[in-house]
C-alpha cells in the first residue's frame, strides 16, 4: 500500500487514541516534576518499550535491515541522513564516530525542543490533538509550525550549513 | 453533529477513555508496524515523526508549486506522508463523537505561533520531534539517545522556568 495512504490510516488511528488519552510526551516529565504525576510518563515510556521489543522481533525475524542506508534517492535527499540536517548513526559503531559538532548541534536541538515545548504547553502530537478539539492557542501553535518549516529551509539550514 | 446519535449507538465499541499506556504500546506497535510491514521508510525508525513528516508534507507542496528543492525523507518523494492529516481527523473524530470540542482561547496566540515556529526547527534539527526520537533511541540510534537527555534536560529547564513564574 502506498506509505501516504498507510501513514494517513495509522493518523486517525493515533490521533484519536491520542485524544481519548490526553497523551503527550513531553508533558509526561514535566507532570513527573510538578505534581509526581506517572501516567503519561508511563505512555512514553511504553512506546519505548514496545517499539524496542518490535523492532527486536522484527529484527530476528529478518525483516528489518539493519545495514540499510540510514537515506537513499538522489543528490537532493543525501544531506536529508536519518530524517533531518545531521548526519545519524543507526548502529554504526561508538559515540565518539559521529563528530562532535554533530553531537553538540544534536544535544543542543534536544534542549530547545523541549524548552520549547513545555513552554509551549504540549509535543507536536497534542498540539494537534488540542487544535482540532477546538482551542485557539494551538491553532495558532500549528500555523507556526507549518510555517516554521519554510523558515527551516530558508533560514536554519543555511546557518546550520556554515557549521557543517 | 448529526452524526453523533449514530456514533452513540455503538457503545462499548471503543472505550471512552484510553490510558496513555494503551496509547504507547498501540503507537509502538504502529511505528514499527508500517515500517516493516508496509514500507515506510527510508529512512528507518520514521514510522511516526510529526515534525518530519509536517516536513515532508510543507516541503513536497513547495516542492512541486514553486520547483525548489527542499529536503525531504526519500519515502515523501512520490506523495508525502500523512502522518499530520491523520492526527488532527482522529481527534476530530474523537472530540466530537465525545462531546468535548469546544472553542477555546487561552489568551497566547502569537506565542503559541513563535513557539510553533521554534519547536518545528528544533525538531527537524534534532532528529525529529520528541516521538520519532524514543523511536529512534529504540532503534539503536546512539545519536538519538543523546538528543532524547537534552530533551529531558530541555523540559526540566521549561518545567523550572514556569514554576518561578518566568515565563507564561
Redesign the interface.
Known sequence: ???????????????????????C??G???DF??VRDT??L??????????????SV?GRLG????R??????DA??Q????????P????SG??LD?GLP??V????????????????NG???R???L????????V??????????????LV??PL?ALVF | MSLLPKFNALPGVVPRRVSAVTYGVVAGLLAVGVQVFFGVKPPPAYGICVACHARDLVAWLVNHLAGTHWELAPVSLILPLLTTIGLLIGAYVAAVRNHERRKVALGGHWRSFVYGILVVNAGIVALGCPTRLLLLSAYGDVLALLAVAGLAAGILIGTTLLVRGVAN
Open positions: 500500500m502506498e506509505p501516504a495512504l498507510v501513514t494517513l490510516i495509522m493518523g486517525i488511528i493515533l490521533g484519536y487514541l491520542a485524544q481519548r488519552s490526553r497523551i510526551f513531553i509526561g516529565l514535566r516534576v510538578l501516567e503519561l508511563k505512555g512514553a515510556v511504553a512506546f519505548f518499550i514496545t517499539a524496542w521489543l518490535a523492532f522484527a525483516l528489518v535491515d539493519w540499510a542506508p540510514t537515506y537513499g534517492g537532493a535527499v544531506r536529508v541522513a536519518m530524517s533531518g540536517t545531521l545519524a548513526v543507526a548502529l561508538s559515540v559521529i554533530v553531537l548541534v544534536a544535544v543542543a536541538a534536544g534542549i530547545a525542543l523541549g524548552l520549547f515545548s513545555t513552554l509551549a509535543c507536536p502530537t498540539q494537534h490533538v487544535a482540532a478539539q477546538g482551542v485557539r492557542d494551538s495558532f501553535y500549528l500555523g507556526g509550525f507549518y510555517l516554521g518549516v519554510v523558515v527551516y529551509n536554519t539550514k546550520l
